[in-house]
């Protein structure tokens, strides 16, 4: 029997490292946004219809190409009766919640920390998996994993103010990465009868359709007087839409805790993308002690075994909610 090269480790850690590189250039090409959309990093309810229009429109993205291919496998990215629920779940917590969180959290937290919570989503995947799946049982390779990964993003902002400590900036924060790695969880559990583009093209609309509403009813607006706004937003549109999508695809058909540890790489490729666009220095011996200790923690994670057995049972006896 063939092998599925979705399962195959070099296949996940190359798909799950595109990934996070297109995140990680998230960070620059926002702070371009809200220079363009003339957003001041008060203003919440502007950023949070940003935020949504580039989810909403992500999602319109991975529907539209779902439905390019599934005309070939007849499997569409229809959202049947059976699907509203979960998907909705999985888009209160991947999505909204996630970045309305975020965008009301992270005005009162220092770069330095919010970087630092970042890696709250590996650790929630990683242990929130292991109660959930029997084939993704927690070992002392995956804790020292997450545990070496997190000093290589404490390595890479050591030395930088990290500011105070506050409930409602960095409790925010933090639970906004908590609550994607919670949906990381719910993405995998939601997998049986559904495809990637169905599950990922509708829990970003909703989400992003959400926050966009929120937005608004917060009496949020946004400047489109400079033609480079439909520029940056269709980038972030698509950027997110394909991270995603292949994220979405990976967590259906492997552990989530070897998919979810990528995370970790997230600030790292957000520190290199800010280097090359907005003129920061990168070439720091922190940096580069940073991405060794952080790719040293997702090979451990990795390096623990599976049970591919246990694994497909465990997709067998997930409801069809």
């Known amino acids: 029997m063939k092998k599925d090269i979705r399962t195959n480790r070099l296949f996940v850690a190359a798909i799950a490292v595109l990934c996070t590189l297109l995140w990680g ?20 309810p502007a950023q949070l219809i940003f935020a949504g229009l580039r989810f909403a429109l992500a999602g319109i993205i991975v529907l539209a190409a779902g439905c390019i291919s599934g005309a070939k496998t007849k499997k569409m990215p229809v959202l049947h009766k059976r699907d509203i629920l979960p998907v909705c779940i999985l888009s209160l917590f991947q999505t909204y ?15 330095t920390n919010s970087s630092l919570y970042t890696s709250a989503a590996a650790f929630t995947s990683v242990l929130l998996s292991a109660a959930v799946f029997r084939s993704d049982k927690l070992t002392l390779k995956k804790i020292l994993g997450c545990v070496i990964g997190l000093a290589g993003i404490i390595a890479m ?10 409930l409602l900036g960095d409790g925010l924060v933090i639970l906004s990465n908590v609550s994607g790695g919670i949906g990381n969880v719910i993405s995998k559990k939601i997998n049986t009868g559904r495809t990637p583009a169905q599950v990922s093209g509708w829990q970003l609309f909703i989400g992003g359709t959400a926050l966009t509403l929120t937005g608004i009813f917060l009496g949020g607006w946004l400047d489109f007087s400079e033609p480079a706004c439909i520029i940056i937003l269709i980038y972030l549109g698509a950027m997110a839409g394909t991270a995603f999508l292949l994220w979405t695809m990976l967590l259906f058909h492997n552990p989530v805790s070897r998919v979810a540890v990528y995370n970790l790489l997230i600030p790292v490729f957000g520190t290199m993308w800010s280097g090359i666009f907005l003129g920061e220095n990168i070439f720091t011996l922190q940096n580069l002690i ?28 997930t409801t069809q909610n």
């Open 290 to 317: 940073s991405l060794v200790l952080v790719c040293a923690g997702i090979f451990l994670v990795n390096s623990a075994k599976h049970s591919i057995a246990t694994s497909i049972k465990d997709q067998d006896n």
């Open 25 to 44: 250039t998230a960070f620059p090409a926002i702070k371009i946004g809200y220079r363009l959309f003339r957003i001041d990093p008060s203003d919440i």
């Open 157 to 166: 902002i050591a030395g930088k103010t990290a500011g105070g400590v506050t």
């Open 97 to 111: 919640g996630q970045y309305l969180l975020l965008y009301v959290g992270i005005v009162r937290v220092s770069g």
